[in-house]
């Protein structure tokens, strides 16, 4: 057909011909992700899913619950719980200033990982805040500071922000650029250490 010029008496050939080549274009594709998923759900249980409903079982959900992810945060050993100054202000950050797709990032940067679980059943470890050492030694630059992420931990070292508006400046200034995880032992993570 690649030699066949399209007219006016043969362009509804053309046009059911790739009309048939798009729709069974990704056919075997398809059918290979369905046997692989065949292997893991059985078919009769997809059917009672929507797809949107299929991807939050599989993937978990796409919007974040700040409120899930509240229920499932632990303040160990660091001096701060729910009610501190600061952890106030991350809470009310998380929930009213950012996106979610900046919520999804901050995931990745403490988790590596983008989404959370469906419910708190699902968290195999809980998040942590604590604070951050070396900036809370010196409050008088503790706005210069950038959170610090322990992706193994599921851990947040959050300095004590004098505002909301240094901590999501230094917090999203960290989740937009501070994305390889451990990235510690390469040149650039020695190279920021020896800055710091």
């Not at 007219?7 to 729709?23: E, G, H, I, R, S």
């Not at 997809?46 to 619950?65: A, H, K, P, Y």
């Given at each position: 057909g690649s030699k066949t010029p399209v007219?006016?008496?043969?362009?509804?050939?053309?046009?059911?011909?790739?009309?048939?080549?798009?729709?069974n274009q990704g056919k075997?594709?398809?059918?290979?992700?369905?046997?692989?998923?065949?292997?893991?759900?059985?078919?009769?249980?997809?059917?009672?899913?929507?797809?949107?409903?299929?991807?939050?079982?599989?993937?978990?959900?796409?919007?974040?619950?700040?409120d899930l992810l509240m229920q499932n945060t632990r303040y160990p050993n660091s001096g701060v719980n729910a009610n501190t100054k600061h952890i106030k202000m991350f809470w009310n950050m998380m929930k009213t200033r950012m996106t979610n797709k900046q919520r999804s990032q901050f995931l990745y940067f403490v988790w590596g990982r983008s989404r959370l679980p469906r419910s708190s059943k699902e968290f195999t470890q809980k998040f942590q805040i604590v604070n951050c050492g070396s900036a809370d030694s010196n409050m008088s630059k503790v706005n210069q500071y950038l959170p610090i992420a322990h992706t193994c931990f599921f851990q947040l070292e959050l300095p004590k922000y004098t505002s909301e508006e240094a901590m999501y400046k230094k917090v999203v200034w960290a989740i937009t650029n501070c994305t390889t995880i451990d990235g510690d032992n390469t040149g650039t993570g020695r190279a920021n250490a020896r800055m710091a």
């Open positions: 007219t006016p008496y043969n362009y509804q050939d053309y046009v059911d011909l790739l009309t048939a080549f798009k729709t075997a594709q398809c059918a290979a992700i369905r046997a692989g998923l065949a292997c893991v759900v059985p078919f009769q249980i997809l059917t009672i899913f929507s797809w949107e409903e299929l991807q939050d079982q599989v993937c978990g959900r796409v919007i974040i619950d700040v």
